[in-house]
């Protein structure tokens, strides 16, 4: 296995590093414990930082020895879920309701494990900027760093993206140009109608008949809308309404969530939700009102960066580990705010079977640790070596 040597001795220290973080779950924007162990440990690799970049968030700056190049960006996501952990591992939460569910310790583990050894051999011409974001969890803090200056303060022609992957092949990097994961939009349907008893119901109008017509109705969206050919969803999770056994309520409250992979679609989806809101509403004589609100963006590859970034994953587990046509996924990730501003490439690593994202079960496969590190380290050496152009 092509890792690189010194990285894969470091897996111990590295173990210790993402169990620390994993007992110390962090929610969005407040990463402040998180932040004062990448901070020190940043420090102790004698890498200089900047911090407190959208709250939380930290940049470190290291320059290679081998003379002038262009920059680039690696970026680990620092925050953890609401989530009560059922794992019982000796390093498990110690903050009841937190859970690092998602891998993000590992993720940053991974980053600093490349930092340090970059740091110990600088062989490269130019610069790496490594990037440990917080909020990603709906929260947007990929947004908030570019709006506070991200790519002014810290210039680079690049940035990259890595995130574990639970069902894939173990050790595999998965990418490919083009959409890999979906935007996500989310929406309120505010229904009303006038109350009235059940026992009379011509007395009034129903928001519940016409919720749940209009809940049917929006399926009809993906189903009858869309091109077969495209990709696009529209989930009701969310019904409010009544709190009576024997009253018609005034009015019923859905929410849910829309993923498409281009903005095309996610203009014709919201304008045919508020066509059907409105329409199916009036059929039953009662209003409705649709808020619709855009969150991440779909994450988009861009050709040339996935190509660099499959040729150091295969420089760092082989040519037989890299999967170049994968799926995209209709989840989201707001790495995507940083790709809208610079071209880049997010891969999937692959962490065998095991809990689902999200999970209350999951924690991070520590075997990954030297493989992430590894992938870092190669794609530094493949795009700033000495010469390159």
Same mark, same amino acid.
């Given at each position: ?21 994993? !007992? ?7 990463? $402040?414990?998180?932040? !004062?162990? @990448?901070? &020190? ?39 953890? /879920? ?25 993720? %940053?583990?991974?980053? +600093? ?14 610069? *790496? ?14 947004? *908030? ?18 995130? $574990? ?48 017509? /209009? ?7 993906? !189903?009858?809308? /869309? ?11 969310? *019904? ?10 005034? &009015? ?11 903005? =095309? ?7 045919? %939700?508020? =066509?059907?809101?409105?329409?199916? =509403?009036?059929?039953?004589? #009662? ?22 970034? +499959?040729? #150091? #994953?295969?420089? =760092? ?6 999967? !170049? ?5 209709? @989840?989201? &990730? ?5 790709? &809208? ?49």
């Amino acid at each position: 296995m092509p890792l690189v040597d010194a990285i894969a001795d470091a897996l111990p220290t590295m173990k210790q590093w993402r169990h620390a973080l994993h !007992s110390h779950p962090e929610t969005a924007f407040e990463e $402040n414990w998180t932040a !004062s162990f @990448v901070a &020190e440990k940043l420090a102790s690799f004698g890498i200089p930082f900047e911090s407190g970049i959208a709250k939380t968030g930290i940049v470190a700056t290291l320059k290679g020895r081998a003379g002038d190049g262009p920059a680039i960006g690696l970026r680990a996501d620092m925050d953890a /879920l609401d989530i009560v952990e059922a794992t019982n591992l000796p390093y498990r939460s110690t903050l009841p309701g937190k859970m690092h569910a998602c891998g993000h310790d590992g993720h %940053m583990t991974m980053l +600093l494990g490349a930092a340090r050894h970059l740091a110990e051999n600088p062989d490269f011409a130019g610069t *790496v900027h490594f990037i440990f974001q917080p909020a990603e969890e709906m929260a947007g803090g990929g947004k *908030v760093m570019v709006e506070e200056g991200l790519f002014a303060r810290f210039p680079m022609e690049r940035v990259f993206g890595l995130h $574990n992957w639970p069902g894939q092949q173990f050790g595999t990097f998965a990418g490919k140009p083009g959409p890999m994961l979906a935007s996500s939009d989310v929406f309120e349907i505010t229904v009303r109608g006038s109350a009235a008893h059940a026992a009379m119901p011509h007395l009034g109008i129903d928001p519940i008949a016409a919720a749940g017509e /209009l809940i049917g109705a929006l399926q009809t969206i993906a !189903s009858r809308t /869309l091109d077969p050919l495209e990709s696009g969803v529209v989930s009701i999770t969310q *019904v409010h309404g009544g709190d009576a056994w024997n009253i018609i309520p005034d &009015e019923v409250v859905l929410r849910g969530t829309v993923r498409t992979f281009t903005p =095309a679609l996610r203009d014709l989806i919201e304008a045919r %939700m508020k =066509a059907i809101t409105e329409g199916v =509403a009036a059929i039953h004589g #009662a209003t409705a009102t649709l808020w619709y609100d855009r969150r991440y963006p779909a994450t988009v590859n861009s050709a040339g960066e996935v190509a660099l970034a +499959l040729e #150091a #994953a295969g420089a =760092a587990m082989g040519a037989d580990h890299i999967l !170049s046509d994968p799926a995209s996924s209709m @989840v989201s &990730e707001d790495f995507a705010y940083l790709l &809208e501003q610079k071209p880049g490439a997010y891969l999937w690593l692959g962490s065998g079977p095991g809990p689902a994202l999200h999970s209350s079960g999951y924690d991070f496969n520590d075997a990954l640790l030297p493989v992430g590190a590894s992938y870092w380290v190669r794609l530094v050496e493949r795009i700033l070596a000495p010469g390159a152009a």
